[in-house]
């Protein structure tokens, strides 16, 4: 079992940053491949980002490519989420997901291969 709590959103203006983390509990989350996620208001939840456990993978979404940095520090057990150069349209609650993973390059990207959910965080970004 993993416990994922989020944290770091907040109101920044266009152009600013943010990072968020996302906490784990658990013994597997060293071996979890972990992605972030967001739902703006209307609009289906979209993978942002992802990592696999090792490190060694990674994937973005095409609009936040350049400006958002997924890594983990898997000794504490954290996974974070650089976001640089932010837009209006980034604005979402985003959340973290973490799932076992056998390899230590598999990373996932849809949302139905990840087990465990945080419970999200609020980021607003003002024009």
């Known amino acids: 079992q993993v416990q994922l709590v989020e944290s770091g959103g907040g109101l920044v203006q266009a152009g600013g940053s943010l990072r968020l983390s996302c906490a784990a509990s658990?013994?597997?989350?060293?071996?979890?491949?972990t992605g972030w996620f967001r739902q703006a208001p209307g609009k289906e939840r979209e993978v942002v980002a992802a990592?696999?456990?090792?490190?060694?993978?990674?994937y973005y979404k095409d609009s936040v490519k350049g400006r958002f940095t997924i890594h983990r520090d898997n000794a504490k057990n954290t996974v974070y989420l650089q976001m640089n150069s932010l837009k209006p349209e980034d604005t979402a609650i985003y959340y973290c997901?973490?799932?076992?993973?056998?390899?230590?390059?598999?990373?996932?990207?849809?949302?139905?291969?990840?087990?465990?959910w945080g419970q999200g965080t609020q980021v607003t970004v003002s024009s």
């Open positions: 658990g013994r597997t989350f060293s071996i979890s491949a």
């Open positions: 990592i696999s456990w090792s490190s060694s993978s990674t």
């Open positions: 997901a973490a799932s076992p993973a056998y390899g230590s390059t598999t990373l996932y990207t849809g949302e139905n291969q990840y087990r465990y």
